[in-house]
């Protein structure tokens, strides 16, 4: 009975620093960033979803439809979606977004880029854990969840559109 409960408890234990190895592990990677102007494919992974690529099914999310809004509002508006998510904003550029968001027990990071495609009238979301194999789904439900939510503000007669910029 001892030794069952010794390799019981050296199994938890083993599995608990493994998890905080991985979690600082996923602290010091970067999000991928843009490929020829596009978000990243997924890997061959379930741990990411994106909306970039329709012919891959098994990664696929629809994109936010973003016909009447400008390229800065739209950002304004992602940011504030992001942060008020509990995401911290990493990088951004004209069109671009990249946040990072940590889960609360081990801090594994996963990453979130968004592109406007102004041409197109979308935008386009990527969301991939740093590290490990599957999510449980948490990436797909992070971006359903912001695409409800940007839906939201720009929705809200309150949300000021801020001025164009050169």
Known sequence: MKTALIILFGAIGAVITLLIILGAM???GKPPGLFQGH???????PNCVCSEYNDDASHYIEPIANTDIAVPAAIAALKTVIADM????????????????????????????IRV????????MRSASR????????NKVRVEQL????????ANPVFQVPPLTD
């Open 131 to 138: 590290v490990g194999h599957g999510d449980l789904g948490v």
């Open 39 to 45: 978000l990243s494919k997924c890997a061959d992974k």
């Open 26 to 28: 996923s602290r010091s």
């Open 86 to 113: 509990g995401g911290a904003v990493q990088t951004e550029r004209v069109d671009y977004l990249a946040a990072t968001f940590s889960s609360p027990v081990f801090g594994f990071v996963d990453d979130m880029e």
């Open 147 to 154: 695409k409800e939510l940007y839906k939201e503000r720009v």
């Open 117 to 124: 495609d102004a041409h197109q009238g979308m935008i386009h």
